[in-house]
């Protein structure tokens, strides 16, 4: 079991904190044929219309019509930055009809990020986009159960980005029993990272998919974030699930940090 401490491509493009990140990349294997995001299916039009396509290789959620919220590992530091194309409104990144492409003004990484833990960022983009925001949850009350995750990465480990976004849905795992997978799970920040997955695998996120939200419904039976993809050992494979940041951690963070771009 290998694991790169690379994030890809997305490595290139985010630099040097990127390389610190423990995402996996896999190169090996001969896996049984996938379904999106690993194990997923294809995302209705307009069913997660707060999900953004990020031009370095990422996910990410509007966290505000005009800031979308991502991974660390997916930007190379803070300021001033107008690289980053956002992609929204359409679940076929190759549609016309219905999709909204702005460009960033600034990033702001995590503060203090040093590839472990606090893997969140922030995206200020040129224009807002005009379509629904995902809140994010600001207690731990909505740290269990099942989550839904989405996005454009591969569909299987090494393999290809998307060109339909994909879906899937991931039970919440302790702290304790992620730990316990042993390797990399042993490093796992309890207090900042989110374990979610199947102990058999065969359902996860995975390259490319980084930045992109974990989300279920809060009590009023709308969408919460509880989670950003960012990282895990390989994708999909058995005793090792996807680990999120743990938004309700950082959520204080985020707002203040949102409030000064
Ligand atoms: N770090 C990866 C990225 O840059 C995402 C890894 C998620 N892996 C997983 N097995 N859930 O896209």
């Known amino acids: 079991m290998k694991k790169l401490i690379t ?14 990140i423990i995402s996996l990349q896999p190169l090996s294997s001969a896996q049984a044929a996938p379904a999106p995001v690993v194990g997923g299916t294809r995302a209705a039009q307009g069913e997660f219309p707060f999900m953004v396509r990020l031009s370095m290789g990422c996910g990410g959620a509007l966290y505000t019509q005009q800031i979308v919220l991502t991974a660390a590992h997916c930007v190379s530091g803070s300021g001033a930055n107008t690289s980053i194309t956002a992609t929204a409104g359409v679940v076929d990144l190759q549609s016309t009809s219905g999709r909204v492409q702005v460009r960033s ?10 590839g472990t833990g606090k893997d969140w960022a922030l995206i200020k983009l040129a224009q807002p986009i005009n379509l629904p925001t995902l809140k994010i949850a600001t207690t731990t009350q909505y740290n269990t159960g099942d989550f839904t995750v989405a996005g454009w990465g591969s569909a299987r480990e090494g393999g290809a980005q998307q060109r339909y976004m994909l879906k899937a849905t991931v039970p919440f795992i302790s702290d304790a029993t ?6 990399y799970y042993s490093g796992l920040v309890a207090g900042e990272e989110i374990c979610a997955g199947f102990a058999s695998g065969g359902v996860d996120t ?32 058995a005793n ?7 938004v309700s951690t950082f959520a204080s963070a985020i707002a203040s940090a949102a409030s000064t771009l």
């Open 7 to 20: 994030a890809l491509k997305r490595a290139a493009a985010a630099g040097a904190a990127a390389l610190a």
């Open 105 to 114: 003004t600034r990033v702001l990484q995590a503060p203090g990020y040093n």
């Open 178 to 183: 992620c730990k316990a997978y042993g390797g």
């Open 206 to 237: 995975c390259q490319g998919d980084s930045g992109g939200p974990m989300f279920r419904k809060d009590n009023a039976g709308a969408y919460i974030q509880v989670g950003i993809v960012s990282w895990g050992d390989g994708c999909a494979r």
């Open 240 to 246: 090792a699930p996807g680990v999120y940041s743990e």
